[in-house]
């Protein structure tokens, strides 16, 4: 038996996960200032908490689930998204209580799972960071998420990247958009895919966000959802756009953008970049929006949220196409040599003494020789070597190496604090 991981998941080795670390501290220092605080919540959930009583007919909920039934017979699914434990959580724990700060805001990051085919940039786990505020339908907000996101961006040094908003506008605006959606594609029905003709039935909003070539020819001409907004949803809407302006924030408007999830509505917005990392082809980084209802949904009061996603595989393509300085693997300050068997135990005791002290320290556990040692310390890239013999042993003096120039000093094996000194000099 040749044991493989699942297809469509991935290991991420050393090496590769210090460019994950860089990125999710980055985004905890940014979203900290923004004042959003994280939020642990499971990855198995009720299938109901993503499914609902409404029914969510998008492709990310009907048809790309992890679902399974547990020993209990309980209908469970791994989250495919984040939003919906999070407000899962907030009704839980009321959280919109008085005893909390409103708006309510969190990020997360962690695993998603979606069964999809995968590709370049598309994997059944993949890993989302994402924001929520909870408990403000401002405008004010929406913006808010749009500023952190690009902050978040600049930071990690990607500032070519192209801001797409849009609006769903409110319940009124839906059922008239709806109305005038099935009008003008139920005479094309034939033309469209049998994904598409389905979704006819569903809910048409879903067409418009199809990937199928000629589906995307149709919908083209389609009605446009900003000549159905009702007065509140056309304010909301030309707010945001204010607020962008003023933050000197460019954008762009796509009437057709519809989110991959049924409870958006009001403003969505994409966040996209052209990188050599998708063949110079225009990719969605982070993705979000408003969803007014989906606390009422999850059995919560009427509380509005905002927030976003982005896709972590994503953006490491990109950075690591862009060789920004990304971190590596961490060096160890100092490698001590073993000359003989003999010297063992006082390298055994030394490496740990340093290393309470926190230098990272390594020595050599496969017995090598001392020339294999030296080789080693260069491998891991060590700042320092310190080689112990018998000799030195007995006059508790070692020759300290600077590996960068070879410089070499002399050290007092019973005077620690000056060896580490002399390492934190470096
Ligand atoms: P797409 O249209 O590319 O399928 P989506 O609408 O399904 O995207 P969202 O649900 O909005 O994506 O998720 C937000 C982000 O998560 C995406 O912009 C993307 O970066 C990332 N993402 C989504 N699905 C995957 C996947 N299968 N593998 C890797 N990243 C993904
Ligand atoms: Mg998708």
Known sequence: MRYQKLKGMV????????????????????FSNYQYHEIRTPILEQYDVFARSSGDSSDIVSKEMYDFEDKGHRHVALR???????????????????????PY???YKGPMFRYERP?????????????????????????????????????LGLVDYKIVINTLGDQPTRKAYHEALISYLTPLKAELSADSQERLEKNPLRI?????????????NAPSILDYL?????????????????????????????RGLDYYNHTIFEIMLTSPAFGNKEMTLIAGGRYNGLVEELGGPQVAGVGFGMG???????????????????????????????TSLAVSKLLAQLRWQGISAERDYLGK?????????????????????????????????RMQDGQQTTVDLSNLADLIAKIKKG
């Open 11 to 30: 290991d991420i080795l050393p090496g590769e996960s210090e460019h994950w670390q860089y990125l999710e501290a980055i985004a905890q220092q940014v």
């Open 80 to 102: 495919p998204e984040g939003t919906a434990g999070v407000v899962r959580a907030f009704v839980e724990n009321k959280l919109f209580g008085p005893d909390q700060t409103h």
């Open 105 to 107: 805001k969190v990020w």
């Open 119 to 155: 590709q370049s940039g598309r994997q059944r786990q993949f890993h989302q960071i994402g924001v929520e505020a909870l408990g403000s339908d401002r405008p004010e907000l929406d913006v808010e998420t749009i500023v952190m996101a690009c902050d978040f961006l600049k930071k």
């Open 208 to 220: 418009l966000d199809s990937k199928d070539e000629h589906d995307q020819e149709l919908v083209a």
């Open 230 to 258: 009702t007065s509140a949803a056309q304010d909301h809407f030309q707010q945001v756009q204010q607020l962008l302006k003023a933050l000197d924030i460019d954008y762009q408007i796509d009437s057709n953008m519809v």
């Open 312 to 342: 972590v595989e994503r953006l490491l393509l990109v950075l690591e196409q862009q060789q920004n300085s990304l971190p590596t693997l961490s060096r160890p300050d100092i490698y001590l040599v073993a000359v003989d068997e003999q």
């Open 369 to 401: 020789k001392v020339k294999a040692q030296f080789k080693q310390a260069d491998r891991l890239q060590a700042r320092f070597t310190l080689t112990i013999g018998e000799q030195e042993l007995e006059q508790q003096q070692a020759q300290l190496k």
